[in-house]
């Protein structure tokens, strides 16, 4: 793992004092005492909130058994047979080759949470929670993929211990390797490294490009790209994205830097659609190769919370450079929630991150800072449908000095 950066201390509002810390170490120990609890339980003015924490803490300690409903019904793909239509134990018994009484103990832990629900005659359905995960590819992908995150966690004070062996999730993404890493592979031999390293670049770009398309939408859904002529993707994967503009907008010229294993997946990608014409694929790392000039726009999709601060400052200036003035970055990722909001996907992000042992989740104002540092001006937040998904940033190369790293606007 490498060495991992320190996120910025939250800004805390008005003053703190002794006498807040007295009363905040007042109400613990209030909070933590057993009188207080036979109180509330007792009262029926207050049990209804002891009965919700408590089933909050009780959801915190199975949610790894929840985790693991979903996987299973996801990996014997259940939730794709009741979308077809509602099927009985015996059916799914079936479909699945797991007997009914070990199975059936599966059906009602999904039908618990929501995934299933109960129809006629006994037969299962797809419940509310289980309906956008039989619809949507991505989402299954992702929930296939979180086997390899599993692994690392069943240890996670082990995780925070710092830097060490790469776990299973960072073995998983080809570009969070370092130095020593990569050339101890590059010291075997010549073709079963070739081999396996075109399997990983695979395997991560397929992953990517299938969870890519609710960041797409809400790109899509929240920015107008009708002012611009030429667009480049870096770190764009495969060119889902690129692809999905080029026929969203279809007087755009595409372009998508990526490591060449990946550049190669890209420009197969655009041929298949028949976007020759429209797109090119540049090889290269964005870290060490020049960008390709002649975009109005550069996007960095999904890229800056996979890496460390001083790659992201790298691949910021290395954009603001390629861009002409006038040009404009977009940058759109899952970011951690500002003081004071209400944390969304925060607690996840972390701890993916952390296993994946390159990046961090940031805020917004923490990646503004960041651009302005790089040259960029005009820093604004477009509001999106799903911010938990991912949000989105902009700002714009000018002439003359960039605004401060705290001056932003925020259009929600």
Known sequence: MKTLDLASLPQTHGRTSPWADRLGALMDRWMTSDALYRWSVSNPLTRWVTRRRARQVF??????????????????????????RPRSLDELAQWTHLPPAGLQRLLQSALALGLLNLRSQGRYGLGPLGAPVAGHAGIRAMIEHHAVLYQDMQDPVAMLQGPGQAGAMAQYWPYTLDEDAQAAQAAQAAQAQAQAQAEKYARYSNLMSASQPFVVDEILASYRFDDHQVVLDVGGGQGTFMSRLALHAKHLQVKLFDLPEVAALARANFARQGLESRSEAHPGSFLKDTLPQGADLVTLIRVAHDHPDADVRTVLAAIYEALPPGGTLLLSEPMAQEQGETPQGDAYFHFYLLA???????TPRELMAMMAEAGFSHLEIVPNPMPLQTQILIGRKCQGLPLKPDSFVNNN
């Open 356 to 362: 994946m042992g390159a990046g961090r989740l940031r």
């Open 59 to 84: 959801d915190l300690m199975a949610g790894f058994v929840y985790s693991q409903v979903l996987l299973a019904c996801v990996r014997l793909r259940i939730l794709e047979a009741v979308a077809e």
